[in-house]
Structure formats: structure tokens, C-alpha cells
């Protein structure tokens, strides 16, 4: 018999550690901000990532001019890919920023 694996681990989280109470609203808020600034450090690794591809294939661009037109044409699809990747990283950061300022009685009034 098929298990449902989320409801499990929904199941688990909810619990606690040895069947203790679920986490407060504080508590998840920590945790989602933690999570999302481990998103915003991974968003800006690949955007790293993407602009030194772009780097290389504009140095082969210039090296071989027989793959030119391919390696210009990647080159730009991959700062464009860098630019998405930074900018959506930057929308998380500024989520992070905003609600990581605020206090857990701020929370609870909103």
C-alpha cells in the first residue's frame, strides 16, 4: 500500500520533536526567513555561475572566429539568464530584509 510521503512529513514537522507542541507563528517566520536566505545565496551563486559561462564564450568568441556568431549568441543568452537570476535573488533579499526587521510583537499586530 502506497504511503503519502508529504502528509508524513507535514505530519512530522507539525509534531514537534518527541510529539512537543507545533512551532509558533514566530518560530515558522525564523525558519522561512532562514530558508529564504539560503534561497537568495544559491539565486546569486548561479547567477555568478552564469556570467562566468558568459565570460568564457566571449573569450572563445574572440579566439575562434569560426564559432563567433555561436559564442556571442550564447554569451548573451547567459548574461541574460545572470541578469534573472540576480534580480529575482534581489526580490528575495529584499523580502528577507523586510520581514526579518521586523520584531515578533510586529508580527503578531499585522
Known amino acids: 500500500m502506497p504511503t503519502n510521503k508529504r ?7 507539525g509534531a514537534g520533536e518527541n510529539g512537543a507542541a507545533p512551532p509558533t507563528a514566530d518560530e515558522r ?34 579566439r575562434d572566429p569560426s564559432s563567433r556568431a555561436y559564442d556571442e549568441r550564447q554569451a548573451t543568452m547567459l548574461e541574460y539568464q545572470h541578469y534573472i537570476w540576480r534580480e529575482i535573488a534581489g526580490r528575495v533579499g529584499k523580502l528577507v530584509e523586510l520581514y526579518g526587521e521586523r520584531q515578533p510583537s510586529d508580527a503578531a499586530e499585522s
Not at 502528509?7 to 514537522?13: F, I, L, P, S, V
Not at 532562514?34 to 568568441?61: C, I, K, P, S, V
Request: aromatic letters at 8%; proline letters at 0%; zero cysteines.
Open 7 to 13: 502528509a508524513n512529513k507535514r505530519d512530522e514537522r
Open 29 to 62: 517566520l525564523h525558519g522561512l526567513l532562514a530558508d529564504l536566505g539560503q534561497l537568495r545565496e544559491y539565486l546569486d551563486e548561479r547567477g555568478a555561475h552564469t556570467y562566468e559561462l558568459a565570460q568564457r564564450f566571449l573569450a572563445n568568441a574572440k
